[in-house]
């Protein structure tokens, strides 16, 4: 795992649209979408560092521009491999 990219929305639909964007705009794929509960979903990618930046980062600007709440994003360059096991 080279990086994995994650974005928090409020809303399953908004954050659907999310996870298109991030994988139409860069060379990642969907590990998981986590329904946290009180209308949270995480959405979570992978690829090379560069594209999750830039997935996320697409991932963010559709999300805000739906008028939905955009929670957190974060992208994780090497992680662990450790890490993996929770994924």
Known sequence: MQAIGLV???????ALEAL????????????EL??????LVTV??????AAVNSAVEAGKEVYTQTGGELISANVIPHPHP?????F
Do not use: P
Not at 8 to 14: C, F, I, M, Y
Not at 82 to 86: S, T, V, W
């Open 34 to 39: 986590k329904k946290v509960g009180s209308g």
């Open 82 to 86: 450790e890490l993996a096991a929770i």
């Open 8 to 14: 928090e929305t409020r809303g399953l639909v908004a």
């Open 20 to 31: 298109d964007t991030m994988c139409k705009a860069a060379n990642v794929q969907m590990i």
């Open 44 to 49: 979570i990618v992978e690829g090379d560092v």
